[in-house]
């Protein structure tokens, strides 16, 4: 019954290594979203697809490289892992049906990179 | 560019009494929404009220209630009879559209809640 999911939860890597989260959601929602969360929790935007998409691309090093097989799935690949990688990133999918907007979001991948 | 500022970083209530949240945004758009959401230590961001720019009644669920002041560009959240299920992050978000069916949310950097037994 989970409505975004995201694997792994939680995530500790060596830096240089290459990564991927995984997100899917079961609403049938058009749009998704990924958030990196850091230490101070500020939340912020990195991308946004809409149906396969590409719509938001925020200041996001081009190590980080988002895929979006079909419009349930919003994966995140992370090349070259740095220390400042380090972080809780969020899965969010959305749709505006009859004037909704809200976002639902993922548990959220906690990546730790040492 | 649109920014959201929550000024208070950190706040505690007791048990039952009520506690009022800041959020202020800065805009140009006239047609918007903007959200109060909730992160517990399990870290779940959960939806706990929106609020329709283009709506001039503040919107209430449960315990949880707005003041929307559009021309101030405030919307702080009052939470009554505040629960230890309350002890959370609180962050406003303002929503804008980017496109036909995708949206851009901005959040403000969060106000830690604690509530006191």
């Known amino acids: 019954d989970t409505a975004v999911s995201q694997t792994p939860k939680y995530l500790v890597t060596q830096m240089g290594n290459d990564k991927s989260i995984k997100c899917e959601q079961n609403?049938?929602?058009?749009?998704m979203y990924w958030y990196k969360q850091d230490s101070k929790k500020f939340l912020k935007i990195m991308f946004s697809y809409n149906n396969k998409e590409l719509i938001i691309n925020e200041t996001v090093p081009n190590r980080f490289s988002p895929k979006s097989p079909d419009k349930a799935h919003l994966n995140l690949h992370i090349n070259s892992l740095e220390l400042g990688d380090s972080a809780v990133y969020f899965c969010?999918?959305?749709?505006?049906?009859?004037?909704?907007?809200?976002?639902?979001f993922g548990p959220g991948t906690r990546l730790t990179v040492t | 560019a649109q920014t959201v500022t929550q000024s208070q970083p950190e706040m505690s209530v007791q048990e039952a009494e009520t506690v009022t949240l800041s959020c202020t945004y800065d805009t140009s758009e006239s047609n918007y929404y903007l959200f109060w959401y909730k992160q517990p230590p399990s870290r779940q961001m959960i939806l706990v009220i929106r609020?329709?720019?283009?709506?001039?009644q503040n919107a209430t669920e449960n315990r949880f209630s707005v003041n929307f002041q559009k021309a101030a560009k405030s919307f702080s959240l009052k939470i009554s009879d505040s629960q230890l299920g309350d002890t959370a992050m609180y962050f406003c978000?303002?929503?804008?559209?980017?496109?036909?069916?995708?949206?851009?949310?901005?959040f403000g950097t969060g106000t830690r809640l604690k509530v006191l037994a």
């Open positions: 978000a303002f929503m804008k559209q980017v496109t036909s069916g995708t949206y851009k949310y901005i």
């Open positions: 969010a999918s959305s749709q505006a049906v009859k004037y909704v907007y809200e976002q639902y």
């Open positions: 609403l049938g929602h058009d749009t």
């Open positions: 609020q329709e720019a283009y709506k001039q």
